[in-house]
């Protein structure tokens, strides 16, 4: 079980719960949420006019609505802005965008009571979660249509998931013995208003993109035995001489991986080539800055995934409403952008040495790592399906970030469209799984024909591999780079 704070939330972890792990909420966090409710209530009190809180929203901000609408004015933000189209999330990044919204009303800035997100948290725990269209924020004022249609579940609205699909949100409810809530003054707004679809859908890859990083130095690793290449280029002095911290990381992993030598690595000790390919000796300068992007677009989306990121943000200590824009997804919008940039980049690099494995002109491997070319094709297909997918990567890495299209009569002038660049950078995570597998699945044969031990460093992922896919004959080749998925998830897990 994951204890919800408010500050301490990461990525691991996230992934845990959108995996289906239970979270607790913190209580010190809760008493300041009920103590931060409170400002709420004094506004309402005093009669004083707050957007958000009795006022209309956005281009209607000047429209100050009477008390006795108050509750309704919230309903109504929660039911018009439910506009979402598409494609639902998958549940998993669902989950994610639960426990990211609770995380972020816990930070005690909302003016929310405790009860709504009491509610979040058992819906979470008892797995009844909301139909979310993937498709309709634009990442400015908050993620806004995704945020609606949870929020619908709460009131007992909208759809939620079940064993048979889609079925209402009240049903749903009362299936897990949870009864709705009725909104209060600005508890539409503050359940709808932040970068949650976004932060959550980034914070899912760079969970995933921690494991896969390191893991293509390991497969490269692999690559280069097959295609007897040289360990020269990994000296640390080269890398000292210009020090990266991602390029220096890669180049010590791969001393680690490779060793000194290996029984391969004596085979060619006294060959005539001078220097690899850039796909093998540029290993540590773009699997590093790969490194160096992670890391740093990781920090941002870890600390948004901390942050308050409401309008107007309710200040106890000053028992004061102001309004800002924490809501805007330009911050985890750019982060997400350039790590399908990276991405797409370790992709690019690891479809290069794939040509190297099938394509006898640059090693001494049969054409395709084929021992019986002509009447078997071996690797060709795999190596165009490798291409097929960092094509389309090249595209995902365009940033989403650079567009905006003013909404709201102009009162939101520039948007993040931070969610496209979150749902496009989960599609290239996805790919470049793929990608190193067919890799893999390449290198484990080219070392099999070889039939020379490679760096002991490398003998359990090539165990892993070798249990998973038995020496190639022709053979439905899907079947294969399944199995070495499922054995690459076990080796990084």
Not at 464 to 475: E, F, M, S, T
Request: net charge negative; proline share 6%.
């Amino acid at each position: 079980m994951i204890r919800l704070d408010g500050t301490t939330l990461n990525a691991g972890q996230l992934a845990r719960i959108a995996a289906g792990e239970a979270v607790e909420l913190d209580a010190a966090a809760l008493a300041k949420v009920a103590e931060n409710r409170q400002v709420i209530d004094r506004i309402l009190a005093e009669k004083r006019v707050v957007y958000g809180i009795n006022t209309g929203f956005g281009q209607f901000a000047t429209v100050v609505i009477p008390e006795d609408q108050l509750a309704q004015l919230q309903l109504n933000l929660v039911r018009s802005h439910a506009a979402g189209v598409g494609e639902p999330l998958p549940k998993d990044q669902t989950r994610a965008l639960m426990a990211a919204r609770i995380n972020c009303l816990l930070k005690a800035h909302s003016g929310i009571r405790p009860e709504p997100i009491h509610l979040l948290a058992a819906c979470l725990n008892a797995d009844v979660v909301p139909v979310i269209p993937s498709l309709g924020s634009v990442g400015a004022s908050g993620d806004l249509a995704p945020l609606a249609h949870m929020a619908l579940l709460l009131v007992g609205e909208g759809l939620a998931w079940s064993a048979a699909g889609p079925i209402p949100g009240a049903q749903a409810l009362a299936a897990a013995g949870l009864k709705p809530v009725t909104l209060q003054p600005k508890e539409g707004l503050a359940l709808i208003n932040g970068t949650q679809m976004i932060t959550a859908l980034g914070n899912l890859a760079v969970a995933r993109l921690r494991k896969l990083v390191p893991l293509a130095d390991e497969i490269a690793a692999l690559s280069l035995e097959a295609l007897r290449g040289t360990r020269a280029a990994y000296d640390p002095r080269i890398h000292q001489a210009r020090p990266h911290p991602g390029q220096i990381e890669v180049a010590a992993h791969m001393r680690e991986i490779l060793g000194e030598t290996s029984e391969i690595a004596e085979s060619h000790k006294h060959c005539n080539r001078v220097q690899d390919a850039y796909s093998l000796r540029c290993l540590p300068q773009v699997h590093g800055v790969g490194r160096d992007a992670l890391r740093f677009a990781a920090e941002i989306l870890e600390r948004e995934l901390n942050s308050a990121t409401d309008n107007p943000m309710i200040f106890t200590d000053t028992q004061e409403s102001r309004s800002g824009g924490n809501f805007h997804g330009q911050y985890p919008a750019f982060a997400c952008d350039l790590l399908a940039i990276a991405t797409c980049d370790l992709a690019s690099i690891s479809e290069r040495r794939q040509e190297r494995l099938v394509n006898p002109a640059y090693s001494d491997l049969p054409a395709f790592l084929c021992r019986n070319g002509g009447l078997e094709s071996g690797f060709m297909m795999a190596h165009v399906t490798s291409a097929a997918l960092v094509s389309e990567m090249k595209g995902l890495a365009h940033p989403a970030c650079v567009d905006t299209i003013p909404t709201s009569a102009g009162k939101e002038d520039h948007v993040s469209m931070g969610p496209i660049a979150a749902r496009k950078l989960i599609r290239a995570v996805d790919m470049l799984e793929q990608v190193l597998a067919i890799e893999a699945r390449m290198a484990l044969e080219g070392v099999r024909i070889v039939a020379l031990k490679p760096a002991a460093g490398l003998q359990p992922l090539l165990d892993r591999l070798a249990a998973a896919c038995a020496p190639w004959q022709d053979r439905p080749m899907y079947a294969d780079l399944q199995a070495t998925v499922e054995a690459l998830r076990a080796h990084t897990a």
